[in-house]
Structures are given as C-alpha cells and as structure tokens.
C-alpha cells in the first residue's frame, strides 16, 4: 500500500522550519498582508448544481448558504472530480485523482483499510505547517485501519471494537468526530481513534457480504456495486438514528468552533451527511418544503450551515474566516439512466445539467462552490473559471508561498485568482480529467470535453451494449452545449486525437500538474 515520495514527515519539518525562520509567512505578496486566516470547508453529500436558489432553484429556498454567494463568490464551473463519494474525499485532501490507487473509480467500504497513505502530503498537513488547528466533523468514507494492525482481518477489515487506526489523525488531522460513512453498517460515531458509546459487553461483531468475489480481501474485490452488504451484530448502545446524524454533527462542529482559541488559526473540514441517502429528516424539518422529504433534508442542510455561519459570528470570526461549500458529486433521483435533468415535483435537482451522481456526464460532477472571506472576496461576485475540489492543496499553497514537492499534489493546480482576484504564483488549471463509477473517462480542456464512451459510465448503464451504429465516444461544446445534447465525436476528429492524447499522458506521467509550478514573472 505504501507509495513511493517523500513522506509527509519530512515535508512537514520543512515547512515548520520556513514558519519559524518568517520564510513561508512572506513567501507570497498576499499572504503576507493578510495574514493567516480561519479556513472552514463544508463538503454536502450529493447536492446537485441546481439544489439551490443561489443556483436558480425556485421549489425551495436555502437563505443561510445563499448568505455566502451574497457575502462572497459563485463559482458557475466547478467540479468535483469524480461523480461519487469516496473518490472526491480522497482528491479534496490529497489533491491526486483517486483513480491512481488501488480503489479505482469506485467507493470504500466498511471493512476496506485507509485509502490515503499515511506517509502522503495532505491538505492538513499544509494547514498543520503553519500554525493551525486541525479537525474532520463528519463523514469520513475514506476508511480505517491497515493490513497487518492488531485485529485486522482480509475479509471483515478494522476492528471497530479496538483503537482504529490509521485514521484522519494520521492524516494530518488533530481531532476527528464522524462517522465512517453513510448508509452502509455499522451506524455509529467515531472520536478520534474508537466508537463512542461502545459497551464491552456488546461488541461489533461484522458479518462477511456475501456476495461473489466479496468475500476476498479488498485488493481482490470487485469495485462495483451500489453498497456493501455487510452485515453488522452487536454494538446496539453506539448506533445513532439517521433522523438525528444532521444535528449531532452540527452541534459538534458548532462546539468545536466555539472552544478554538483566538491565538490559533484552525481549519475545520465539515463533510456533512446531507443530502446523502437514506433521506430522513428531523421531525423539526419534516413537512417544511413544497416537494417532499428531498426538500425537507435540503432545509435541514441549509439550516446547518447557518449555525456555522452563526458560530462565526458570535466569536467575531467571520471576517477572518474563509468559508468554502461545495458537494462531493451531482444529486441523484434513480439509479435510472437520466438523459435529461433529473427532477423531483418540478425541482431540478441538477439544473440544466444531463445525468446524475455515478455518471461522467456533467450532472454527476459540476457542483455549487461558494467561497467568502469578507474584505478579501468580492461580495456578490462569480467566477466562470475551471476549478475542481482537487485544486485546494495548490491554492492553499500558493497563498502561503510554499512550493509543493512533486510528489505532492500531482493533479492540484492553484485557482488563487480565480478565488482572491489576485495574480497566482503557480500554475493555473487548462485541462480537467472526470471519471464515472465504472470508470468511464472524461477530459475536458476549454470548452471541449471528451468522453471515452457511448454511455456516462454511471451505475445505470453497466448492462447497455456497443452501438455499432453510434460514434464509438462522445465529444461536446459545454460553452455553447452544457447540456451535452448535440455529440460532435465524428465531427472534429482533430480534437478527438488531441484529447485522447492529452489524457493518455495524464495517466502514464502519474500526474497532470507540472513537476515545477512556479511561473516565472516579474514582480
């Protein structure tokens, strides 16, 4: 499992050296006027583009994350870098497509061991570098443990009744509480390393899935499947209720704010569980929308992130704190193909947009991204630049003047301009690589994009045979086409060829970003 590059360790004393001796703090122009400030990034689960009415909805209103597009930056072309769960966690806190390591395309489970190297460089561990305080609220989907650690076994995995790591902690995180993920068992809260609430007397007991070919350990398990059915005893005193998992992981988060000291910046990773199924509301939301119970948990979302927004605000925070939203994938309705938007009573859940979380199409992975900072961003801006979640590593990097190993961050480029108005120190993002669950590829530079497939490679078009008739891929103009109804695959082979390239290389190099970032530019 473990990589080969410079560990995280060794990064980490450099960058402490260079804080001590004033050389990262005035490495770069801004941030040596503007200091170092708080850095919350709230990550939803499965809201789609057009989820909110800072995005055009109209079926249902979510004033208190409309407050950060008011206070501060839409971003109309942002992505997540792949169209599900795990995969896009494991880009946003390492900044490398996930589809270089050995989960692929598709999600961990329950008894799957940690997908981030311990010994990687990590978005923490940047934050860490320099002075903050550092936590995971929420869910974590990026699994626990390691072959070999005491209780592990190849088939059931971590020990959840033992210490479980390695884990966030190990990760570059100085506290954790959350949950392993949703939906699959076991439904419990983890702080830092055990389950809370766990009696001795009943022990977690899991059950092998029995499905064929998962009942080998996790490199030979197939990467399919829309969850695991792994089975779960015992451990009845640590389950929590989904209807309650949105307001304990507030509460936390919102305390966690509240016990900060002001003489220590932190940053606060806040993956929260909504709008993720199962779609159970609390019984304070139920009934509060026009369309459902999808309604009601957007609700409940929005009014979670205002009470961090309140949190901030009543410590006197806010205007030194850098807010970021944004979702992990596009929303999903059916695990139906969806052709065109995907909608409920008349709310369209991804906008405009063609297909749903799973699909390589841009409903599964262009997603909201809000940024404020009050006296930094522009309040009520947008930005049309191509940015994705995997870009945070480079850009937090660039705003503290460090330069990245090269085997740091290999897909992360720097989006500092587009989110400071400020000229950026590194390399910008030209090109953008999505992949779908079943690892259909997309590549995207400009406005061309590029799909290596007839299908969007979502979990609705596993069983949908070669069309012989039909252009063996899919080419589309998102500037004047974003929702991908015209293919002009046979129509520019030119561009064909030259995406196809361009890809390839991604995936041989091992990395999209350029060993040396630095632009070289006058002062």
Same mark, same amino acid.
Request: proline share 5%.
């Given at each position: 499992m473990k990589e080969s590059h410079q560990t995280r360790r060794n990064i980490l004393k450099t960058i402490g050296a260079a804080v001590l001796s004033g050389m990262v703090l005035t490495g770069a122009s801004f941030a040596r006027h503007a200091g170092r400030p708080n850095v919350v990034v709230i990550l939803a689960d499965d809201l789609g583009y057009g989820d909110l009415?800072?995005?055009? %909805? /109209?079926?249902v209103r979510t004033p208190n994350i409309d407050r950060l597009a008011a206070e501060g930056r839409l971003f109309t072309d942002a992505h997540s870098p792949a169209s599900v769960c795990t995969p896009t966690r494991y880009n946003l806190l390492t900044g490398r497509y996930a589809w270089r390591t050995w989960a692929s395309s598709s999600c961990v489970w329950s008894n799957d061991p940690l997908l981030i190297d311990p010994e990687r460089f990590t978005l923490p561990d940047l934050l860490k570098g320099q002075g903050y305080r550092t936590a995971c609220v929420g869910k974590w989907h990026l699994g626990f443990g390691e072959p070999g650690m005491p209780g592990w076994d190849d088939v059931l995995g971590p020990n959840y009744n033992r210490e479980l790591r390695p884990g966030p902690r190990e990760v570059g995180f100085d506290y954790f509480w959350g949950f392993p993920h949703v939906g699959q068992l076991p439904h419990v809260i983890i702080e830092n390393h055990r389950v809370l609430a766990l009696t001795p007397d009943d022990p977690i007991r899991m059950?092998?899935?029995?499905?064929?070919? &998962?009942?080998?350990?996790?490199? =030979?398990?197939?990467r399919l499947g829309l969850a695991t059915n792994l089975g779960v005893e015992g451990g009845r005193s640590a389950r929590y209720e989904h209807e309650e998992l949105a307001l304990m992981m507030t509460e936390r988060a919102v305390k966690w704010i509240r016990e900060q000291s002001a003489d220590q910046p932190f940053f606060l990773y806040f993956a929260h569980r909504n709008i993720h199924g199962p779609i159970r509301p609390n019984a304070r939301f139920r009934g509060k929308s026009s369309i459902g119970a999808y309604g009601d948990f957007l609700l *409940?979302?929005?009014w979670s992130v205002g009470e961090l927004l309140n949190a901030l605000d009543q410590k006197g925070l806010a205007d030194n704190t850098l807010v970021m939203f944004s979702s992990d994938n596009g929303a999903i309705q059916t695990y139906r193909e969806?052709?065109?938007? %995907? /909608?409920?009573?008349?709310?369209?859940?991804?906008?405009p947009l063609r297909g749903q979380k799973t699909d390589v199409h841009e409903g599964g992975s262009r997603v909201p991204l809000?940024?404020?900072w009050p006296g930094r961003i522009r309040a009520g801006s947008q930005s049309r630049a191509l940015v994705t979640l995997t870009d945070l590593l480079a850009t937090f990097a660039d705003f503290f003047g460090i330069d990245l190993p090269a085997d %740091?961050?290999?897909?992360?480029?720097?989006?500092?301009?587009? $989110?400071?108005?400020?000229?950026?120190? =590194?390399?910008?993002?030209?090109?953008?690589?999505?992949?779908?669950? $079943?690892? /259909? &590829? %997309?590549?995207? *530079?400009?406005?061309?994009?590029l799909i290596l497939s007839q299908t969007s490679g979502g979990v609705a078009t596993q069983n949908i045979p070669y069309d012989p008739d039909k252009p063996p891929g899919q080419l589309y103009h998102l500037g004047r086409d974003l929702s991908e109804a015209v293919n002009e695959y046979d129509n520019h082979p030119e561009i064909v060829a030259s995406l196809t390239r361009l890809l390839k290389a991604y995936q041989e190099s091992g990395r999209s970003a350029p060993e040396n970032r630095t632009i070289r530019q006058a002062d």
């Open positions: 009415s800072c995005y055009g %909805a /109209t079926k059950l092998p899935d029995k499905r064929p070919g &998962f009942e080998k350990d996790y490199r =030979q398990r197939p *409940e979302l929005d969806v052709v065109n938007s %995907a /909608t409920i009573m008349g709310h369209k859940l991804n906008g809000l940024a404020r %740091a961050g290999e897909d992360s480029f720097s989006v500092l301009g587009a $989110l400071l108005d400020k000229r950026p120190r =590194q390399v910008v993002r030209e090109a953008l690589v999505n992949d779908s669950f $079943l690892r /259909t &590829f %997309a590549i995207r *530079e400009n406005d061309w994009k």
